[in-house]
């Protein structure tokens, strides 16, 4: 029940239906008898500058999860960004702050992280291999030379994004050896699909069939895409012997983050 004491959060994107933050959100809300509520909001672009404008005077909006496509737009529009969000130039969630300033950070690269780690994975020390230098792919890029790794494989089928990505990760850590070439996937403690591919049941994998044979049994294999829960990906790596990470369980390790940044949540619910 929303009362007139309500405070509330948003998620914003367009289209915003398929989301399941609401249902994950209202229902530890109710449970834990929080009084705070999401609203899902479907924003066209051309409005999306008067909203933000809006969020800075709603007294009682404490934050906002930000969802495709606004990541990079709304990096460029907020009053604040930590670091990690203004070296990626996007966010996935921002807090209205009592002043009514709006800081951004990204925490997807954290939800991933946090999945990995309950999979037994510590990044310290340990070579990875992330295909996709996207959104997410630099998130998760950037989550794992913060976590430690010696060494990082970064790859894309645009050759502009991965120079990109390449040059994000030298700068803020210039000590992790930053690959985009390699002939088999061996060495790779951790695998990381961070594309679209494999999504909707196309049978489709990010990588060949005869570079897959090379991964490791010791590996973790992971995928960001949420449907199927199982992708060809994923059944290739489990018919190997991986332990695999599936994109929901991605999502859901990064709700206590998404909620603690916006003040409404523990860091461990
Ligand atoms: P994006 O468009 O920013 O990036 C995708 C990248 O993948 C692009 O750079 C593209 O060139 C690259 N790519 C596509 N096919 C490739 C291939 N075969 N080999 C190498 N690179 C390839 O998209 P994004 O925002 O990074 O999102 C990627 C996926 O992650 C989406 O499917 C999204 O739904 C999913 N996602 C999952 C979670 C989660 O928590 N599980 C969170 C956010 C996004």
Not at 96 to 120: M, P, T, W, Y
Not at 190 to 199: D, E, F, R
Not at 250 to 263: D, I, K, T, V, W
Request: net charge negative; proline share 5%; charged share 15%.
């Amino acid at each position: 029940m929303i009362h007139g004491t309500t405070q509330l959060v948003g998620i914003i994107g367009s289209p915003i239906a398929q989301v399941k933050s609401p249902e994950n959100f209202n229902a530890w809300f109710n449970e834990n008898a929080v009084d705070v509520a999401m609203l899902p909001i479907d924003m066209r672009e051309a409005q999306l500058a008067g909203f933000v404008s809006a969020m800075r005077g709603w007294n009682n909006l404490r934050g906002c999860v930000v969802t495709v496509p606004y990541k990079l737009t709304m990096a460029e529009l907020v009053d604040e960004l930590s670091p990690r969000a203004a070296a990626l130039r996007s966010v996935n969630v921002l807090r209205r702050e009592s002043d009514g300033r709006l800081v951004g950070d990204n925490v997807d690269g954290d939800g991933f992280l946090n999945a990995a780690k309950a999979h037994g994975f510590d990044p310290v020390g340990k070579s990875a291999l992330v295909i996709g230098s996207g959104g997410v792919g630099a998130a998760i890029a950037w989550a794992l030379c913060q976590g430690g790794v010696r060494c990082l494989g970064i790859a894309d089928l645009s050759e502009t994004r991965i120079r990109a990505l390449k040059a994000i990760l030298q700068n803020a850590f210039p000590d992790i050896e930053i690959h985009t070439q390699y002939s088999t996937l061996s060495e790779f403690d951790l695998v990381a699909n961070a594309t679209p591919v494999g999504m909707g049941g196309t049978g489709e994998t990010p990588l060949p069939a005869n570079l897959l044979q090379s991964l490791s049994a010791e590996a973790l294999v992971t995928d960001v895409v949420t449907n199927p829960v199982l992708t060809p990906f994923l059944e290739l790596a489990r018919s190997r012997g991986c332990r695999i990470q599936t994109g929901p369980e991605m999502a859901r390790a990064q709700l206590a983050n998404l909620g603690a940044f916006m003040g409404v949540t523990a860091l461990n619910i």
